[in-house]
Every structure is written in structure tokens, then in C-alpha cells.
């Protein structure tokens, strides 16, 4: 590519006023004009923030970006975007996974700049960043955050999230005490990066690097290794190259790569969340991608990641025993191994040589941690629309069950009289939460792993059949139906539930049925009646009026349509 065929060149390259502001006001940022003229400007959008651990050290990761720009022979500029930290942001960042997808698509249509390297992680932010990079479709490349140490407590070995949910309800069941849960607050997360076990965020790195947009084996670096660092540097010698030879990121983001990515989720026994988060990332890449795909790839691929919290080991030791192109190549028969990728003219080239060094973590076909994928969509008329479960995370005499069920018609009376014993609550009932969805919840918080009274888990009962149009962090386990669509808050089946009412749940069946006469949910949804808005103004209004559902994604309807949006005139 000639510098004058840059996108940049419009800003800085022609002989009218507009140019030599440009020009000028570079000057006043201390730059020489040899710096950056004629150059790839690359944007290096970080989402580093002081109250992210997932990303503190992407501060320092993005000048390792930038070098490699440098040497390049590019021209790099950092700009901060929303953080969306996993750990603090209430009541979920889900809520605002949309807003820094906007904010990424608006910063690179209209700055100068010829290619983008992002910088994320932490669950909502590797598919933010992507949808709105896919619809500005520049050259891109991502560099994630990296899972953190493992963690350890006295002689165990800690999984940040799955361990937290396994030690709390440990001290609700009294067999810890405070001393105990104090170490285990130091012990369970230290040091930067995001969770170490397959959760939400590694699910979604891997499929970042299945959807071939990360350098190789990019998805399972721990944050703190030094080869973190030279993989980002690497993004930046290899985003340069991408500007100078015109590849744009639909060239990467295709059909076939989104398919792959799915196959590579339910083959990791990855989180739930990623089949809302790559529905949308499909979307905005022009790829009609749904429930049903989920379900038919499922049945095509094993379960080879021995990872918490479905199986033992965690994302270092997954790392080390070959990362993720060694896990796919375990898995070529379903890849579509002719597509390129940011690093190789095609996948098959990219694996190749790639080698499992430890197969219990990396189990081969021949030893399957399970037979099929680890989610299963479930139909039926409580879920018409669809719903889902990470059934290798549950344990096996509940994936076929009936039972009574006890509703909770939002997160904060569930908290307060889960442990009422005038519920009567026993193993067998199904815990229902509903008012937890795209719109209810609002933003459809992680409350799908409802607890289990205390008295059942002091009885040494650790699951329980639950239901909801909620979701569930990807750290955590149990026979958890999740994203029930339509939502309760939008009138679907789910708000015509009643205590007491039978659901039955088959999940080799795939089906999840309410077992109440259509006469008398007809009688009860006459009876219903819509609640309140949440939001009276602001981006809660704007989230209220737009947001899609958990089966087509959750995006805003206006950002997911199709539609031209011109470039800036720049004059």
C-alpha cells in the first residue's frame, strides 16, 4: 500500500486547511513529521483501568504494542476506552458490553488511523471491542489480557472464581470459619490478569484466537509471563504488516471462522456466556449465527479441556501443555483449516507442528472428558425462544428431572428468603428466578447460579435443578438453566410460572417444559400485566428501548441492523 492510499492520508496528507491543522496540532503532541508521515497509523485501544485487575499491567502491555509498531515502521497512538471490569462494575458490565462496542466503532471511524490493535479480556470486553471493530472492519488485531497465577491456599491449588463459589458455600455449609475464608481472600487471585479457570474470559480469548485474530497461542499466556510481552509486541510488528497489505478484519471473520470458534468453545467445555457473546460478533461481521448452530456443532466435538470448572487443571497448565494450537489440532476434522488467519495465510498452517505435551490436560479423542460439547440448548414451552446449560458442569442425575417449583420473582427477594424454612425447600425442588434477563435484570446479571439453602447444603447437598432468564459467571458449575428466552420481564412463559408448578428437565431430550395445561397459561397471561420501565432517561433508557434477546445476542437493535454508515469527511 502507497502512503498516499492510507486512510490516514486524508487527515494529514493533502494541501487544504483541514491537513495543515492536523499537521500542526501533531507538532504541538511533540512530534517530528518523519515520525509519522506517510506511515500506518495504528490505534492501540487499551482498556487498562486502576479497578480492572484483570487488565492492570495492560498499561505497560501497550507500550510493548507500541515498540513493535515502532519497528515496524508504523506510527502508534494509545486511546483509553471503557473498562469493564468483571469484578466491580454493577449491577453487571453486561450492561455496557454495548457502549464501549459503540465507543470502539465511533474512535476508529473517526480519528486517523489505518489499523487497530485492542486490548482486553475481562469477559465483556473481548466481544465489545470485536463487534465494534467488525463493523468500522479496519486491520485488527487483538491482544489479551492473559489469565492470572493459579492460586493457592494452604496445600490446594485455587481457581479464581470456581474455588470462590466452592470455599463460600463451604462456610455456609460451617465447614470453614472466618479464619479460613481471610486466607482464602488473599490466596485466590494473585496477580494481574483474568481468571485462570476455563470461565468467561479464557472462553472467549480462545475464541478470539480460534476466530483467528490473536497471534498463535495468544489466548492462553498468563498475563505476568514475559512471553506476554512479546506476544504484544509481536501484534504490533504484525498489525503494520496487515495496514501495508490491505487486510481488513472481514477477511478473517467469516463463516467458517465463527463456526470454528463455536466448535472450539464447546470443545474447551467453555462458559455459557460466549453463545450470546459470539451471536452478536457474528452479527455485526454480516454471519447469521444461532441457538440451533450451537446445538449442531455440540453434537459433532468432544469435551478435551481437562480446565476448571468442569474438569482439574487450569490455564497455565493448559497453556503449557501446548496451548490452543495444540488443542486444535485435536480437533481438524471439524476445523475449516483453509481459512487465513492474522498471523498465516490459513489455519492448517498455523497448527501445524502443534503438539499436546500433557494429555490429561489436553485429553485426546481417544479420552474424552465427555462424549459431546459442553453446552446443550434446550426447547420448549417455558423457552420456546431457547435456553441453555453447561451440562458437564452439573452432576448427572439432575440432567433428567422433574420437580415442584419454587419462583423468586427477583434477585433481592431470593436473597432474602432462600433459606426461609417455611419454603420447604428439599433437593428436589427447582429453584425458578426470574425479572434477571436482558431487560429485567437490568442487563442480565450473572444470577443464574442461584445458592442452595443452607440447611440442603449442610446436609451435603451441592446442586439443585435452577432456572432463569439470568446468566452465570463462567467459573461456576451446577445443573443451572440459563438465558430462558423470551424473558420473564418481556412476558415470556417464564412469568407464568406459579410455585408448586412441575417442570421437567431432559437434556438429552433437549427440553424444558412446564408441565401446566396451555388453557391455564392462557388464563394466567391474561392476568399478567407488563412491569414498570427501569430507566426513566439516560443510557438505561436507550439500553431499555434497544437491547435484543439472549438468543439473538443481546446487541441494540439499531447498532445490529444492516445499514451503510459513511466515513467522516475530513475535509
Not at 517530528?32 to 490505534?43: D, F, M, Q, S, T
Not at 488511523?113 to 485488527?140: E, I
Not at 453447561?390 to 427477594?413: C, M
Not at 436473597?415 to 426461609?420: E, V
Request: glycine letters at 10%; one cysteine or more.
Amino acid at each position: 500500500m502507497r502512503p498516499d492510499e492510507l486512510r490516514s492520508h486524508q487527515w494529514y496528507g493533502t494541501d487544504g486547511l483541514r491537513s495543515f491543522s492536523h499537521r500542526a496540532r501533531t507538532r504541538q503532541l511533540g512530534y517530528l513529521p518523519e515520525e509519522h508521515l506517510g506511515k500506518p497509523v495504528i490505534a492501540v485501544l487499551n482498556t487498562w483501568s486502576d479497578i480492572n485487575p484483570c487488565h492492570v499491567h495492560l498499561r505497560d502491555r501497550a507500550q510493548a504494542v507500541k515498540r513493535g509498531v515502532w519497528q515496524a515502521g508504523g506510527f502508534p497512538l494509545e486511546f483509553p476506552v471503557s473498562t469493564l471490569s468483571e469484578t466491580f462494575q454493577k449491577p453487571t458490565p453486561m450492561l455496557y458490553r454495548n457502549l464501549l462496542a459503540m465507543e470502539t466503532e465511533e474512535l476508529l471511524r473517526s480519528y486517523p488511523v489505518d489499523g487497530a490493535v485492542l486490548m482486553g479480556g475481562c469477559d465483556k470486553t473481548t466481544p465489545a471491542l470485536l463487534m465494534g471493530a467488525a463493523s468500522v472492519d479496519l486491520p485488527t488485531v487483538f491482544v489479551p489480557a492473559g489469565p492470572m497465577l493459579p492460586g493457592h491456599w494452604r496445600n490446594e491449588v485455587l481457581g479464581s472464581g470456581t474455588d470462590m463459589w466452592k470455599y463460600w458455600d463451604d462456610k455456609r455449609a460451617g465447614l470453614i470459619g472466618d479464619c479460613e475464608l481471610a486466607e482464602l481472600e488473599n490466596g485466590l487471585a494473585r496477580s494481574p490478569g483474568h481468571c485462570m479457570t476455563m470461565g468467561t474470559a479464557s472462553t472467549l480469548t480462545a475464541a478470539a484466537e480460534a476466530l483467528g485474530v490473536t497471534m498463535p497461542g495468544a489466548s492462553s499466556l498468563p498475563a505476568v509471563d514475559s512471553g506476554h510481552d512479546r506476544m504484544a509486541a509481536a501484534s504490533g510488528l504484525r498489525i503494520v504488516e496487515l495496514v501495508r497489505q490491505g487486510l481488513k478484519l472481514s477477511r478473517f471473520l467469516t463463516a467458517d471462522a465463527y463456526e470454528d470458534a463455536v466448535a472450539t468453545v464447546l470443545a474447551l467445555g467453555g462458559s455459557t456466556n460466549a453463545v450470546i457473546h459470539l451471536i452478536a460478533m457474528a452479527g455485526r461481521s454480516g454471519v447469521r449465527l444461532t441457538l440451533d448452530d450451537f446445538d449442531r456443532i455440540a453434537r459433532t466435538v468432544p469435551v478435551l479441556a481437562n480446565l476448571r470448572p468442569g474438569g482439574q487443571y487450569l490455564m497455565e497448565d493448559f497453556h503449557f501443555a501446548g496451548g490452543l494450537p495444540a488443542f486444535l489440532a485435536q480437533l481438524t476434522n471439524v476445523l475449516h483449516l483453509d481459512r487465513p488467519t492474522v498471523a498465516h495465510d490459513s489455519l492448517r498452517e498455523q497448527l501445524a507442528g502443534a503438539v499436546v505435551h500433557n494429555p490429561e490436560v489436553i485429553r485426546p479423542r481417544t479420552k474424552p472428558l465427555a462424549d459431546e460439547g459442553g453446552v446443550a440448548v434446550l426447547r420448549g414451552n417455558l423457552c420456546p425462544d431457547g435456553a441453555v446449560i453447561k451440562h458437564i458442569a452439573a452432576e448427572p442425575h439432575l440432567l433428567r428431572h422433574t420437580g415442584p417449583a419454587v419462583v423468586f420473582d427477583d434477585y433481592r427477594q431470593m436473597q432474602r428468603t432462600i433459606n426461609d424454612p417455611e419454603l420447604g425447600i428439599t433437593a428436589d425442588h427447582v429453584l425458578v428466578l426470574r425479572g434477571s434477563g436482558p431487560r429485567g435484570g437490568p442487563g442480565m446479571p450473572e444470577y443464574g447460579m442461584l445458592p442452595i439453602p443452607d440447611h440442603l447444603l449442610k446436609q451435603g447437598v451441592r446442586d439443585m435443578v435452577r432456572i432463569s432468564d439470568a446468566r452465570m459467571s463462567g467459573t461456576s458449575y451446577g445443573a443451572c438453566v440459563l438465558h430462558i428466552a423470551p424473558e420473564s420481564h418481556v412476558g415470556g412463559p417464564l412469568a407464568l410460572v406459579h410455585t408448586g408448578d412441575l417442570i421437567t428437565l431432559d437434556v438429552e431430550a433437549r427440553s424444558l417444559s412446564l408441565d401446566v395445561s396451555d388453557e391455564e397459561l392462557t388464563r394466567r397471561r391474561a392476568a399478567w400485566t407488563p412491569p414498570p420501565a427501569r430507566f426513566g432517561r439516560g443510557y438505561g433508557a436507550l439500553y431499555d428501548e434497544q437491547i435484543t434477546q439472549a438468543d439473538t445476542g443481546c446487541d441494540f437493535a439499531f447498532l445490529a441492523r444492516d445499514g451503510e454508515v459513511p466515513d467522516p469527511y475530513v475535509g
